[in-house]
Structures are given as structure tokens and as C-alpha cells.
């Protein structure tokens, strides 16, 4: 059974930085491409990132580019998303996910998804 786990959520002050993690299990973790999403109390799951299966495209919603990078490694089957300069609007619960095909900004594209990690931003 295919798992994503993410880690390294957590209450951070705005203008901090936080690194979420998601490791893969029993997943060919090289022919997926991954994708971060975060869901705010009371509003729908948005797109946040994602990655390409080589790691040669990424893409961003506007409302973290320049702030926000995300990056693979692909030997350790983990996709990790670096947030930056972060605003209360960042607070959400954050979830990871794998598509096995070209990336997509639209949750419904994906086949795994995670738990999700939870980030407050205090102001």
C-alpha cells in the first residue's frame, strides 16, 4: 500500500520559514510527479506546488512564488517544500501528492495523497 507521510509542520511567526517533508513508501517514487496542496479551515484544497518527475519543471501558485521552492530527491523517494517569508494567509493544513503522469494543479489529478501536516503562522 502506497503511503505519503509529511512532516515538519508546526506554528512558525510570519516572516519565518518552515520545510515540509513527504516520504514515500511503496510508491516508484522517480515515475510520479508530486505535487503540495494546502486546505484552509472552511475553504476548498488549493494548489501550492508542484514537481516534475525529473525535477526540471516546478510551478507555484502566485500566492507563494518567490517565497515558497520546492525540490526532490528522488533516491530518498521525498519532495520537500521550503516556505519562506511566511504570512498568517499560509496557515493550512498542508498535504502532499503523487500523479503518475505530468503534474496538474487540480487535486482530483492525483492517486495518493497524504495526511497532511498542519502550519500556523502567528503575526
Known amino acids: 500500500q502506497v503511503q505519503l507521510v509529511e512532516s515538519g509542520g508546526g506554528l512558525v511567526q510570519a516572516g519565518g520559514s518552515l520545510r515540509l517533508s513527504c516520504a514515500a513508501s511503496?510508491?516508484?517514487?522517480?515515475?510520479?510527479?508530486m505535487g503540495w496542496f494546502r486546505q484552509a479551515p472552511g475553504k476548498e484544497r488549493a494548489f501550492v506546488s508542484a514537481i516534475s518527475r525529473s525535477a526540471i519543471i516546478t510551478d507555484y501558485a502566485y500566492s507563494v512564488k518567490g517565497r515558497f521552492n520546492i525540490s526532490r530527491d528522488n533516491a530518498k523517494s521525498t519532495v520537500y517544500l521550503q516556505m519562506n517569508s511566511m504570512k498568517p494567509e499560509d496557515a493550512a493544513l498542508y498535504s502532499c501528492?503523487?500523479?503518475?503522469?505530468?503534474?496538474?494543479?487540480?487535486?482530483?489529478?492525483?492517486?495518493?495523497w497524504g495526511q497532511g501536516t498542519r502550519v500556523t503562522v502567528s503575526s
Open positions: 511503496r510508491l516508484a517514487f522517480s515515475s510520479y510527479s
Open positions: 501528492a503523487a500523479r503518475s503522469s505530468t503534474y496538474s494543479l487540480f487535486p482530483r489529478a492525483y492517486n495518493y
